[in-house]
């Protein structure tokens, strides 16, 4: 039954063509957005405008639409736990705007809470 309620609601977020977006004071550190299936993305109100921060969540988005609610979340946590944040498949893919050298180190350029001027 929790199930089936869990699938209706995520199916009902599925139809809709954009997540919320939501700008808000504070992220888990050293984040500054974050995806969270169904709900929407969540961006410190510092980044609003940032377009590549916007476009890096966008794809997580896109990827949660692709897999679906508990294969999103699955294959995200499995990479996370097997090959680590900076080389994980879905980071690099949503990193794909991203220059070459930030790809594959992106926890040390970005999760420094440092402010980055907008890149795209």
Same mark, same amino acid.
């Given at each position: 039954?929790?199930?089936?309620? /869990?699938?209706?609601?995520? @199916?009902?977020?599925?139809?809709?063509?954009?997540?919320?977006?939501?700008?808000?004071?504070? /992220?888990?550190?050293?984040?500054r957005a974050m995806t969270i299936p169904p709900i929407g993305i969540f961006i410190k109100k510092e980044y609003k405008g940032n377009k590549s %921060? /916007?476009?890096?969540? /966008? %794809?997580?988005?896109?990827?949660?639409?692709?897999y679906g609610?508990?294969?999103?979340?699955?294959?995200?946590?499995m990479q996370l736990l097997l090959?680590?944040?900076?080389? @994980?498949?879905?980071?690099i893919e949503a990193r794909q705007s991203d220059i070459l050298k930030n790809k594959y180190n992106y926890s040390q350029i970005y999760h420094k809470n440092?402010? %980055?001027k907008n890149e795209l």
């Open positions: 039954m929790i199930f089936y309620q /869990l699938k209706k609601q995520t @199916m009902n977020y599925k139809k809709s063509k954009r997540p919320n977006i939501f700008y808000v004071k504070y /992220l888990f550190s050293p984040y %921060i /916007l476009k890096h969540d /966008l %794809i997580h988005w896109h990827q949660y639409k692709k609610f508990i294969l999103f979340y699955f294959r995200y946590f090959i680590g944040y900076d080389l @994980m498949p879905m980071e440092k402010k %980055i």
